[in-house]
């Protein structure tokens, strides 16, 4: 059994932000664009280093080398990862030059939980190789030369950033920024009420009365973090099973079945983030990366001469 702490800090990371932006104002862009860095740029590429992330993660690992037909390997980490470098709306890993700030003034207010980090995980896998001590030989064949082999998955899910179409409480046009391919700054977040609604479901993941849609021109972003929302978990037990028959020394036939995701539990894809649609907070689609979507089973066989 192993108990490990991880942690990491980063500075200088890379951010993709516009020198073109002009600060948040109360006039509106018409007339703040008038006085912009570069007022005849509709805006400036700029890659930097201006970013920062933290990481903290609390692991419990137990290993059982193979012995007497098993093996196995049990793990559950406990992560908490804050980072700027996903830009205003974190989906996936940032690359080298990050995501794109919602201010580049102020690049510290898009600091939040970093979306591919799931809080908790919980990870299994296993091997089981089966052996008959029989005289007989037909019991030894029957029961002996088997493998079983699976994996566990179970952890929360993504964090996800809600967003508030067309609105432009800054009054930088945000909205219709060539960077922003969203369309969409960060909503606002009503203080007090939780982000989760009292019966949660496919239709209703998120508490809509914990958002809104700020107005234009009042000098500032959205307040609501990035990362403030989790999405759908996971769920999945995978399992395979083989057995190999062997004739003399060149020749074997071995043959399988193996089922990804066996009991075909549901496992989510993250409900719609655009506050003030119709389909906000609702899901549609289910996961499929990593044998999460639903079940497949495969029958298998190779002859090996």
Do not use: C
């Not at 059994?1 to 020198?19: A, K, T």
């Not at 509106?28 to 590429?45: E, H, I, N, R, V």
């Not at 071995?254 to 907070?281: D, E, K």
């Amino acid at each position: 059994m192993r108990l490990s702490y991880d942690g990491s800090r980063g500075s200088d990371l890379g951010l993709s932000d516009d020198l073109s932006q002009v600060p948040a104002n109360t006039v509106g862009f018409a007339k703040a664009s008038l006085t912009a860095p570069f007022p005849t740029f509709a805006a400036l590429d700029n890659f930097d280093n201006g970013g920062r992330s933290n990481y903290h993660a609390f692991t419990v690992t137990l290993n059982k080398r193979l012995s007497k037909g098993l093996h196995f390997q049990v793990s559950y980490n406990f992560a908490k990862n804050l980072s700027d470098m996903g830009g205003y709306n974190p989906t996936s890993y940032a690359g080298p030059a990050g995501g794109q700030t919602t201010d580049y003034y102020n690049p510290n207010i898009d600091y939040g939980n970093v979306a591919f980090t799931r809080r908790n995980r919980f990870l299994t896998s296993f091997l089981y190789e089966t052996s008959s001590h029989s005289g007989n030989r037909i019991v030894k064949q029957a029961l002996g030369g088997w493998e079983l082999a699976g994996s566990l998955v179970f952890q929360s899910g993504p964090f996800l950033t809600v967003l508030a179409p067309g609105a432009d409480p800054a009054g930088t046009n945000f909205p219709n920024s060539n960077n922003n391919g969203d369309g969409a700054g960060r909503a606002d977040i009503v203080s007090g009420l939780s982000v989760v609604p009292t019966s949660q479901s496919i239709s209703n993941w998120i508490n809509k009365a914990a958002f809104a849609i700020p107005p234009d021109n009042i000098g500032r972003f959205g307040n609501s973090p990035a990362g403030s929302v989790v999405g759908p978990g996971t769920q999945a037990i995978s399992l395979s099973s083989y057995r190999s028959f062997r004739y003399k020394e060149r020749l074997a036939l071995r043959l399988g079945i193996s089922s990804s995701n066996l009991f075909n539990h549901p496992n989510y894809a993250p409900p719609n983030l655009f506050l003030g649609t119709a389909p906000f907070g609702t899901i549609s689609s289910l996961q499929n990366a990593e044998g999460r979507g639903p079940r497949a089973i495969q029958l298998g066989g190779r002859l090996t001469f």
